[in-house]
């Protein structure tokens, strides 16, 4: 194996290894309202961690933190004025940190973009009421027009209607 190579093979791994220490992966998402879950791909030692987070738009931050208990990959907090940062320029910082074998903290971090991670709250309370040979349809929104003001005009539901044995079922 030449020097090149073995250099280069150190390199990927010294690469790999600061990318993703990969006890977590720690990643997360967002209901866009309230609460960032932030959830590790990786299994690591079976420990919890402390997972923290701060959020910051053009004029404020937030931070917040949850314990991730394995086996349960994830945790959710909420992050006090959350909805205060909401906006597609909000990036936010997640770390979870963990003992090692000699008792030293770790660590492992991810940087995201919080648009891009949103998971949106599905409808509630859907009803369908029948008159006069018509069917409507209603249900209630987690978002608003004034708290969700960035979100709501992007907002689409898709309703699936059928017909199974003499119901009418809406999925
Ligand atoms: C870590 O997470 C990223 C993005 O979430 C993913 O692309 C990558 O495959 C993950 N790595 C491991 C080792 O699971
Ligand atoms: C948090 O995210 C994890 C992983 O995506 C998911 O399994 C879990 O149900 C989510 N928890 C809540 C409260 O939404
Ligand atoms: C937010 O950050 C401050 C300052 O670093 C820290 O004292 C506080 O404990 C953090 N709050 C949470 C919920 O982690
Ligand atoms: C949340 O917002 C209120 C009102 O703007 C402020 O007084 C309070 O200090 C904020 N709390 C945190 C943890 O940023
Ligand atoms: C359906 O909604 C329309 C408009 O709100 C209303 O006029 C009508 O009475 C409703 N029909 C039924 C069957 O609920």
Request: hydrophobic share 35%; glycine share 4%; with cysteine.
């Amino acid at each position: 194996m030449s020097v090149q190579q073995t250099a280069f093979i150190s390199l990927v791994l010294l690469a790999t290894f600061q990318h993703c220490a990969c006890v977590c992966n720690v990643t997360c998402s967002t209901d866009f309202i309230s609460a960032l879950n932030c959830s590790c791909s990786v299994h690591g030692p079976m420990l919890p961690y402390r997972v923290e987070a701060d959020c910051s738009d053009v004029l404020n931050r937030v931070n917040g933190s949850c314990e991730m208990r394995p086996p349960q990959l994830w945790c959710q907090m909420e992050p006090q004025n959350f909805s205060s940062i909401l906006s597609f320029g909000t990036n936010c910082r997640a770390r979870v940190k963990y003992p090692n074998a000699e008792g030293n903290e770790l660590e492992d971090y991810t940087h995201l973009t919080l648009y891009q991670h949103i998971r949106l709250l599905p409808p509630l309370d859907m009803q369908l009421t029948e008159g006069s040979g018509m069917y409507n349809l209603s249900w209630e929104m987690a978002y608003t027009e004034d708290e969700n003001f960035y979100l709501t005009p992007h907002l689409m539901y898709r309703v699936r209607i059928q017909a199974a044995e003499g119901l009418l079922k809406v999925t």
